[in-house]
Nanobody, 120 residues
Framework: QVQLVESGGGLVQPGGSLKLSCEIR????????MGWYRQAPGKQRELVAV????????EYGDSVKGRCTISRDNAKNTVYLQMNDLNAADTAVYYC?????????????WGQGTQVTVSS
């Protein structure tokens, strides 16, 4: 079974930084893209950042533009998210995402989520 292993979440002070990582394991087919979404209490899950495996093109959510950088190590099937200048609004559960190529369709995988809490 494909597994997305997340790490790096936790408690951080306002204005601080952290780095998340996510490794996809036991992937049978190639990974087309990886990234992060987040969901705060009472809010809809939103895009944080995604990166295309082959082209390394990136897309960021409006709420994090200029403060986050996503990167990918294709050989390790691992995606990283560097987050800077964090504030309370960034408090959410962050979910790793991977799009896998299959013979007839793409399939989306989700991590279990890692809690990021920004508080003094």
């Amino acid at each position: 079974q494909v597994q997305l292993v997340e790490s790096g979440g936790g408690l951080v002070q306002p204005g601080g930084s952290l780095k998340l990582s996510c490794e996809i394991r036991k992937s049978i087919f190639s990974i087309l893209a990886m990234g992060w979404y987040r969901q705060a209490p009472g809010k809809q899950r939103e895009l944080v950042a995604v990166i295309n495996t082959e082209s390394e093109s990136t897309e960021y959510g409006d709420s994090v533009k200029g403060r986050c950088t996503i990167s990918r190590d294709n050989a390790k099937n691992t995606v990283y998210l560097q987050m800077n200048d964090l504030n309370a609004a960034d408090t959410a559960v962050y979910y790793c995402y991977a799009a896998e190529e299959r013979p007839t369709a793409e399939y989306a995988y989700w991590g279990q989520g890692t809690q990021v809490t920004v508080s003094s």
